[in-house]
Each structure stands twice: as C-alpha cells, then as structure tokens.
C-alpha cells in the first residue's frame, strides 16, 4: 500500500505526497505570509511557490520519506518547536506530545528530536509510517506506530500514563484543549497551533485553555489578543500569544534567550493576508 502525507503548507494550500512526489494540491488561500517573506524570499504564495516549496523540504530533509532528518540541533529562531525544546532543557517540561509526519501523534522527550520533527513542518492533516521517526521517537511513544494516526487526546494520555506530569501538547482543534484540560489540569501545557481557521467561539475557547497560542492567518485570535491586556503578545507578524502565567514564562525565556522582548506595539503588525 502507497503511502500518503497530507498537510497544510504555506499560504494554506493542502499538499498530498506519496513516494516522495507531490500526487494533489489544493492551491492556497493566502497570499502572502510575513514569515514566509522573511524566511525564504517568498512575497506571492501561489501554487508555484508551494510547489517548490514542499519539493525543496523533501530534498533538503526527506520530508516524508525514509531519508528524514529527525533530529536538529536547538537554532536560533523563534516558534513553538523552539518555545518547547527550551523548556525540555531547562526542565521546565518533561516531555511534549507532538505531531510530525511519519509517526502522528507521539510523545518525545529528546529536544533535538523535538527541533527535527517539528521545527520545519506546517499542518500535518494525514501521515503513514516512517520507520527512521518511528525509530528516533520510540514505538512505544507513539500513539499507534501501525496506522500514525493524529489524535492529540490519546497523545495526552500516552504522556500521563508514562508517569509524566508536565507536558506540552499542541492542538489545532479547540475542543481538544478543552478535553485535554478537563482531562488533565495543569498537567498539561496546551499550546494552540494552526489555528487559522478558527471562529470567534473556537478562538475564545482556546484562550480559555490554552497557555499560549499562535496567530497563525487567524483576524478573531488577533481581535482577542488586542483586546486583552492580560496576555503578553511575541513577535509583530505571526504572532505568539502568552496567556497563563507558565505560558508567559515559556515564551518569555525563549526571547530572552535571544535577546528579545515582548512587543509592544512596535514595529507595526505585518500580518499575513487576508486575514481570516
């Protein structure tokens, strides 16, 4: 049987791989992306530019393929795999349930596998097994190493079941924080990722429970962040929002790290666009 990744790629286009070669796309809803701009020179996402795009992470790292890189020295930039490789080292955090493709949801405790399985993918929707992550994340880490499925609730539990008792899990789905909350009460250090999609109603139910989040292309996230003088805002394009006070401590380290500090209204936002 083939193997099938999908996920959502820069400018919101969904890509579908299998055997190492793009077989579908769906073409973007964004057309432009600061980070993207700043990282790779891109300032028109279209189909062309995801296309190369995702070409060049399959070469450059074997996404999706059993010549993935799974492991990453801690670099210096600025994103959730670095927010949580830095509370893994510091012993803030004892492991992170994650999502990468070749193994879905999985619980990891490396920070360079951490930093090699996320710090260069987008939205994985759908992934089969790759032995070289099944490998560098342990089978029994992962959710279910036969079908890699991404189900972050079962990953929570995996974590609380191996005796861990401060996690991260991200979720990209508002009703997994929820659940996961529910489930596990500061246990768990939610983070929402992915989230441009999200409804007013979503995006408050994710700052209801989550420790902090990322903006994404999401306008009812930055609605929310704006009007909140409780929350501490990280970066002026794709923003990253600190709303409990662990969140803030994660996020706050991570910039000092660099030498940064939270923004305060300078420079001006550079937001992705269109907003959705």
């Not at 399959?58 to 393929?65: H, S, V």
């Not at 279910?144 to 899990?169: C, E, M, N, W, Y």
């Not at 903006?215 to 600190?242: F, H, T, W, Y």
Request: charged share 25%.
């Amino acid at each position: 049987m083939a193997d099938r990744h999908v996920m959502e790629v820069l400018g919101m286009a969904t890509v579908v791989v299998s055997d190492g070669k793009i077989v579908e796309m769906r073409p973007p809803v964004l057309r432009y992306c600061p980070m993207f701009n700043k990282m790779r020179n891109i300032e028109t996402i279209d189909e062309d530019a995801v296309r190369q795009n995702i070409e060049f992470r399959i070469r450059d790292f074997g996404l999706f393929t059993e010549d993935r890189v799974v492991r990453a020295p801690d670099i210096v930039t600025f994103g959730v795999s670095e927010i949580l490789n830095k509370a893994i080292r510091d012993g803030k955090i004892d492991a992170a349930v994650i999502v990468a493709d070749g193994c879905g949801s999985a619980v990891v405790t490396d920070p360079e596998v951490l930093q090699g399985l996320c710090g260069r993918i987008s939205g994985i929707i759908e992934t089969s097994p790759l032995n070289v992550v099944l490998d560098a994340v342990g089978r029994d880490n992962v959710v279910d190493p036969r079908t890699t499925p991404i189900d972050q609730a079962a990953g929570a539990a995996l974590a609380f079941s191996k005796g861990f008792r401060k996690f991260a899990v991200t979720v990209s789905r508002p009703l997994d924080a929820l659940a996961i909350r529910k489930a596990f009460g500061d246990s768990a250090v939610i983070v929402g990722v992915h989230t441009s999609t999200l409804n007013r109603k979503q995006a408050e139910m994710l700052f209801d429970n989550c420790d902090f989040t990322t903006a994404c292309a999401s306008g009812p996230i930055r609605e929310i962040m704006m009007s909140r003088k409780d929350v501490l805002i990280a970066g002026n394009k794709v923003q990253i929002v600190a709303i409990t006070d662990f969140g803030k401590d994660l996020v706050g380290s991570k910039l000092e790290s660099l030498g940064k500090t939270f923004w305060n209204g300078t420079p001006e936002r550079d937001d992705p666009r269109p907003l959705l």
